[in-house]
């Protein structure tokens, strides 16, 4: 079992690493993972399919290359729709040990199960049972898998493999009763089993960190000094039996302010909670895309459609009507992209998006506010 303890509660996603001129900042990343592990903290996620392959390259040449492989761990992921038959989990594996030059992953998951193919896949290709042989070969330290699915999948999972030392979920006070999501309701088959928790999208994408001058109101009152941020991150880090949360930090402020967060960590009191509550019920009286702009819909679009930075346009209106900022951004957007109004409904975005959205008819009604 995991020894929980020894772990940072602060992990450092490597999925929305820092771009510059269309490619990822080498530079700025390096700047980053020193201030990261200067802090004490040393948990790195990232996977086969982030920035279309190249965050692996990332990690070898930010991390493994620059720091004692012993300091710090890594996880990566075995992503189902790359995979046709059992070799390719072979394949797979030594590509990612080439990328990364790691030698072995301290964590191994199976990336993004959830009810249909991916779930039917890792079952088919009996890729449980290759993790663990994985494991006795000294390549994996410890096994787990990522998780979108429902409720009565992730019981069943656990049920059929015990074997599993922890889960990844998409766990934040927005999506805690949230039916496609159901947050809550995974934490608590999760504390039942005393699993060990890895947290993702703890900041729903940069949705609770970008709030409404309402929203952003109550928290004020009580820490006019704290960003939005940080009182998501204290949510998720208040609850018991979370073992890390990861945040996909795009810059060196967002850094700095999530190391604020945890240098001196402080659970959140019972006013605070409440806070937190009242902020949640603004929201659901919000409707706001549930976009957390992973990027999975955008790699196969044959339209070139920037389908999350679309959405974030949607959100943007619909939180501050009358601003036309968003517009213009829209403007820009589709100077190097396709418009809303290109998409041809292939399905492929629906088919590998986590949050389950019907993209295509969000892209519809997009097109109506958006291309005028």
Known sequence: MIEMQKMPKLGFG?????????????????????????????????AYVYHGG????????AIVRRHPRESFYLATKLPAW??????????????QLERTGAGYF?????HSIEDGSNYETYEKLDCFRWGLQKKAEGKIRHLGF?????????????????????VQIQLNYADWTNPKVQSGRLYTILRERNLPIIVMEPVKGGTLASLTPEQEAVYQRIRPEASAASWALRFVGSLPGVMTILSGMSNEAQMMDNLNTFRHFEPLNEEEQAAVQQVASIMLNTPLIGCTACRYCTDGCPM???????????????MYPGDTRPLE????????????????QCGQCEGVCPQHLPIIELLRKASADLDR
């Not at 979108?148 to 074997?163: A, I």
């Not at 070139?304 to 209106?317: K, Q, T, Y």
């Open 14 to 46: 490597l999925m929305r690493l820092p771009q510059k001129d269309g490619k990822i900042d080498h530079e700025q990343v390096c700047k980053m993972v020193d201030a990261y592990l200067d802090a004490g903290l040393n948990y790195f996620d990232t």
């Open 54 to 61: 190249l965050s692996e390259v990332e990690a070898r040449e």
């Open 82 to 95: 790359s995979m046709h038959s059992k070799a390719d989990r072979d394949r797979i594996f030594e590509e």
């Open 106 to 110: 301290d964590y191994y998951l199976l």
């Open 146 to 166: 990522s998780f979108h699915g429902t409720p009565e999948l992730l019981e069943k999972l656990l049920n059929d493999h015990p074997e599993v030392e922890f």
């Open 304 to 318: 070139g459609i920037g389908i999350p930075d679309i959405f974030r346009v949607v959100n943007s209106l619909r």
């Open 329 to 344: 951004s829209y403007q820009n957007l589709i100077s190097h992209g396709g418009k809303a109004g290109d998409c041809i």
